[in-house]
């Protein structure tokens, strides 16, 4: 029976908001000044009323046409302003993009109409009834109050059903630890075991670990990785190294050994010059009588410790430095041609060491370094 394709699942949004609450929502608050605007006005009106009277009605005509200078106005100076633009826009694409007079029409409009209705109803028997001038209000009202209420009732169907897909992921995770790896991602492929490496996938590593597995430590790939696999998440900073390396260093076979090895640079990495004060690093070398004419990084070999040295990454010293790494072995290592005895042989040729990296850098190595 095949297991349920839990990445087929759409995700859902951080914040629990689907594209339906957020219209919703959109609407809202579209609809929630407009209520408000008039609602603030009605009480203003009807606190007004008692005391001006039939009067109110003749204020609020005067308001009105206030209004409408307002947007007179408005629309004045922003073609003012279009005719100062270089090129003059056309009138019709300016105003569409102008935000300013759409918001100043609204509020005119919607000032407008309302002093018009409270103009109209001033005579009534009872003109503090401004509600019943508008019919639209209370059903306006009514609305938001049940456009509100179904926003409510999605958020917490979204809730449900989140709480809902949580159990069922939980269901189907697999309990042996090479079913849990595979619902990870990884398998027991030597490539699966380095990527797992390289992320400082700490909870992957102990299971490979709870399963007996050999892990990596340098698996070279061409494109990908020179030869450590500790050589992408030194250069990365990453903050879960020192945990990684720490369960590394607790299984029975851990070469530690490799961490003292100069590997193979990853081939990008090398290229794009991450060796710094390369030059320095030659002229020491010459200095000990190192032959570096042609040297160039991609041909240089370095160890983990000298790659968080050229990184500046002062955990993964300490934690290399705890796991057993030398800082006196040959850590930079160049491939070079030398003529031995008149024959010409590829040879290592060691530039420096890993403690000759640090004072150079001025990086200092902890004590136990």
Known sequence: MEEPDLAAVPPTPPNGDSAVRGALKLSSDWVSPVNAAVT?????????????????????????????????????????QRRRLTPMPGRLAFYARSRKLWLTAMISSGGAALAFATCTHGDAPNPSALGSAIPTLGTLQQSLLRLHGKVDALAASERNLQNDTQAIRSAVVPQDDRGRLQHLGYGLDDASKARAIETCDTEAIALYLHLNETMPLALPEFGKRGG???????????????????LLASQPSFDRHALSTPWLLTFTQAQSASIPQFDGLLAAARHHGAQTVGLIPPMVKANPLAVAIWSRNLEAI????????????????????????????????????????????????????
């Open 40 to 80: 603030a006005s009605t009480v203003v009106l009807d606190l007004l009323a008692p005391a001006l009277g039939h009067v109110a009605g003749r204020v609020a005509a005067v308001l009105g046409a206030l209004c409408l200078l307002l947007l007179l106005f408005g629309a004045s100076h922003l073609e003012q």
């Open 318 to 369: 300490n934690a290399l430095l705890a796991a057993g790494a030398d800082a006196d072995a040959p850590a930079v290592v160049a491939t070079m041609t030398v003529n031995d005895h008149g024959a010409i042989r590829m040879r290592n040729v060691t530039l420096a060491t890993a403690r000759d990296e640090a004072r150079r850098l001025n990086v200092v190595l902890s004590p136990r370094g």
């Open 228 to 246: 450590s696999t500790l050589e992408a998440p030194i250069m990365a900073n990453n903050a879960h190294f020192a945990q990684t390396l720490k």
